[in-house]
């Protein structure tokens, strides 16, 4: 059945999350029409979610690939579960040095793997159990080097496309691609048509885990608010080999932002494409407003039932302080918060594990009652489209009285997770007076290698809040040790290839002043030996070998040492931070009296002083 593609898109009206849509994608066999074409290929009465993949698909300068079921009916049995999860190949540009790289690429993996879908409230496989993605590691583009049309070099482009054909070939395929970087629509756009499958950058990977994660209507509908906002930014025509705009092949691509600037001109008013264009915008506004509606009344929900546990506070009659417990994600806030009220919050290995936030109640050993926010988790580079649309979420987090910052202690990147959380805090505007009232937990000190069963990395140190109990000498001696420890792991790592392989496109000693133009990469400070597509196979899953990196000690480099250390698990400083959490509300009335005392009320001195004058 043949329809126009105007036809077809005022028939899509539903919403699938991608790993649904990536599913019904891959049952389609795709294949460049020699001129750009309105028609297209359909099943016969399409469900709503294929409908919307083919909509996915019809929203890309690709809008004129012909969409064709494969004939021999192959595609229906490829994968055809639309809840399991979708297998990605995960391109890690490089990072020197190997231990900078090394987080950022287990992260990379765990984020790839993160993409699934609860199914009955499940997820099928344990996390720590699941493969590990296929991957490889490719040259970094020098920032003045970044291809405009296609982000890496064309020797970059071809290796990966030869690993995605090898992989194709394959039993288990794959079934998209994600570059752990972030992409402009175009480059996206122009890597999806080289290497024929669909491209995930950074940031709509992690829009799209918080779209298969959230449970609740608030989280559902700010993820896809903000899934609707990174797509709105995406819009691309191409200009056809006549110099005529469309969504037809080949030929130059721009991109027109979401502001509308196109760099056509007054010519881009008029062509083939442009009706198309516009009704996308028209259906991505409509929908945008619709959703602006909806969330508008979440945040009044929120403030009603703030006000409301301002206003009946305690069984005292005393307001019940809330403190909002933020960090990096995964670094085991809601297994922190579980712990300490003794209940049951979601707690996972998968990042974004929390997408809906939750409120508990503890007694602090004053006996005063606090009420824990468990909220969503933060990463470096996080979606603006993704702070903007959770606002109703995060205001909980600027409204809070206390915050505490979980980190998570093992990881061998801490500062810079660190540094991503301030960053954000600043971002959604936390004063600065929270944030230097803040309290830093250091989570997962079981995993630390010199964790000795009291949490502590000397047996001497004694935690508190003060600063001069921060024991700097024995945190410089730890951070020795495991800077030694680190330099070994790079070597391993290095030679054998235990995560994945590093690809390079030339043989040789190279920097980025070295080497530029159209036909290579450019290089950041790297020494690397050539692996040709041929000659290189993409890293099997050894089961042994895996996770092997996300247990790496970190550097323990930090300059400011935390005010706790927990095991959220063991149970080890939960006590100290509760007493913590008492001693940090307490002041905070006493200012508030000192400063009402102050203002109505002269000091009895001072009376004094005058009475015995007279
Ligand atoms: N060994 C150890 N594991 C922990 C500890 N705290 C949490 N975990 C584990 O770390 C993983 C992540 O924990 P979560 O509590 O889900 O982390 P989170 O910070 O809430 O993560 P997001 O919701 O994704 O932001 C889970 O597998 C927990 O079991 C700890 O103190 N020690
Ligand atoms: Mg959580």
Redesign the pocket.
């Known amino acids: 059945m043949f329809r126009t593609i105007s036809h077809l898109r005022s028939s899509l009206t539903s919403k699938i999350s991608l790993p649904q849509a990536l599913r019904h994608f891959s049952q389609f066999s795709i294949s460049l029409l020699p001129t750009p074409t309105q028609s297209i290929h359909l099943p016969v009465n399409p469900s709503p979610s294929t409908q919307l993949s083919l909509f996915h698909s019809l929203s890309s300068p690709c809008s004129s690939l012909l969409l064709q079921k494969h004939q021999d009916g192959s595609g229906d049995d490829f994968n055809s579960d639309p809840k399991s999860p979708p297998r990605l190949f995960v391109v890690q540009p490089r990072f020197r040095p190997d231990s900078v790289l090394k987080p950022k690429l287990n992260e990379a993996l765990n984020l790839a793997n993160s993409l699934e879908e609860q199914r009955d409230g499940f997820y099928d496989t344990e996390?720590l159990d699941k493969q590990m993605p296929h991957h490889l590691v490719v040259q970094n583009p020098a920032s003045r080097s970044i291809r405009a049309d296609t982000f890496f070099g064309p020797g970059t482009v071809d290796t990966v496309k030869c690993h995605v054909n090898s992989l194709d070939t394959q039993q288990e395929g794959i079934d998209a691609i994600f570059v752990n970087a972030i992409l402009t629509g175009i480059q996206q756009r122009n890597l999806e048509r080289a290497w024929g499958k669909p491209v995930l950058d950074r940031v709509g990977l992690i829009i799209e885990i918080f779209n298969a994660h959230a449970q609740t209507k608030e989280a559902k509908l700010q993820a896809e608010f903000a899934a609707l906002m990174y797509k709105k930014s995406r819009l691309v025509r191409v200009r056809g080999p006549g110099g005529r705009y469309g969504f037809g092949v080949g030929g130059e691509a721009e991109v027109v932002s979401a502001r509308g600037r196109g760099s056509g001109g007054r010519g881009f008013i008029s062509g083939a494409g442009e009706t198309e264009l516009q009704l996308q915008r028209r259906r991505i506004l409509e929908r945008k407003n619709q959703l602006l509606s909806e969330i508008k009344e979440v945040r009044r929900t929120r403030e009603l039932q703030r006000a409301a546990r301002k206003r009946h506070g305690g069984s005292d009659g005393q307001e019940i302080p809330t403190v909002a417990v933020v960090?990096?994600?995964?670094?085991?806030?809601?297994?922190?918060v579980?712990a300490v009220s003794e209940s049951f919050?979601?707690?996972?290995?998968?990042?974004?594990?929390?997408?809906d936030p939750k409120l508990r109640s503890v007694i602090l050993p004053s006996g005063r009652k606090v009420l824990l926010s468990?909220t969503?988790?933060f990463i470096s580079e996080l979606p603006i489209q993704l702070v903007e649309a959770f606002h109703a979420t995060l205001e909980e987090v600027v409204e809070a009285d206390l915050l505490v910052h979980?980190l998570?202690s093992?990881a061998p990147n801490l500062n810079e997770q660190r540094e991503a959380v301030l960053q954000v805090l600043g971002q959604i505007g936390v004063s600065e007076q929270k944030l230097e009232n803040m309290i830093e937990v250091w989570?997962?000190?079981?995993?630390r290698e010199d964790f000795v069963g009291d949490g502590y990395c000397n047996e001497d140190e004694v935690p508190s809040g003060s600063e001069e109990n921060n024991d700097v000498a024995s945190n410089k001696l730890c951070e020795e040790d495991l800077l030694d420890y680190d330099d070994n792991e790079d070597e391993d790592f290095e030679q054998s290839g235990k995560l994945g392989e590093v690809i390079d496109d030339q043989q040789g000693n190279y920097s980025d002043e070295l080497v530029s133009g159209d036909e290579q990469d450019s290089w950041i400070d790297y020494n690397g030996s050539l692996v040709g597509c041929g000659s290189a196979e993409v890293q099997q899953n050894d089961p042994s070998n895996k996770w092997e990196v996300v247990r790496s000690e970190n550097q323990f480099g930090s300059e400011s040492a935390p005010h706790v250390k927990?095991?959220?698990?063991?149970g080890v400083g939960l006590q100290e931070l509760l007493e913590l959490l008492d001693e940090k509300l307490k002041p905070q009335k006493t200012i508030e009296k000192d400063i009402f005392d102050r203002k109505w009320r002269p000091p009895r001195t001072e009376d004094t002083r005058i009475a015995v004058e007279q």
Do not use: H, P, W
């Open positions: 996390f960090g990096y994600t995964n670094a085991g806030k809601s297994t922190l579980s919050l979601y707690c996972d290995d998968r990042l974004f594990a929390t997408v468990d969503v988790g979980v998570d093992s989570n997962k000190i079981d995993l927990t095991s959220a698990l063991t």
